[in-house]
């Protein structure tokens, strides 16, 4: 990937199916990933190189435990090829401000936009299936935020990005 861009990722409704939230209610960790996730993620991981590709999480040690488990179980490090030491979580916005300063991202999937407050760096954000008051919230990024529906559209627009 030309220019060190690094990709960031969020987890829950865009690898990890919602319905993950009700753990313990069911059995999730055996719940299928968001449709086309995996095999985008491969060929971002091809794109910006395995090093400057994310997963960044919100959720306390046990949400974090029952992802990491999760995450395990369908052999998404294996499969993606993002390094499991690549993968983050946060449970105050102190920490999600330090990881987003760290890793300056320069593309963010994420399903909303709570994110972007005092991080500057992403150039783009593709907000992913997201609900309403984010879809209105978007407003206030207009230049750098898209709104996609699955994994084909996020690849259209990091493409189209690329060949630009």
């Not at 009700?22 to 995996?38: H, I, N």
């Amino acid at each position: 990937m030309k220019n060190g861009a690094v990709l960031v990722i969020g987890c829950s409704g865009i690898v990890i199916p919602r319905s993950f939230k009700d753990f313990g209610k069911r059995d999730c960790l055996t719940s299928l990933p968001v449709e086309g996730a995996f095999k985008a993620l491969a060929k971002l991981v091809t794109m910006f190189q395995a090093d400057n590709v994310y997963l960044v999480s919100k959720g306390g040690q046990e949400r974090e435990r029952r992802r990491m488990a999760w995450l395990v179980r369908h052999d998404f490090f294996k499969i993606t090829g993002i390094p499991m030491l690549n993968a983050h979580f946060y449970f105050s916005r102190e920490r999600r401000r330090w990881i987003y300063k760290t890793l300056a991202p320069t593309y963010c999937v994420v399903r909303c936009l709570n994110v972007l407050q005092g991080n500057d760096s992403p150039r783009h954000v593709y907000v992913f299936k997201p609900k309403q008051r984010t879809i209105r919230a978007r407003n206030k990024f207009p230049d750098k935020v898209s709104v996609v529906g699955s994994w084909g559209g996020v690849m259209k627009k990091i493409e189209a990005t690329l060949t630009v």
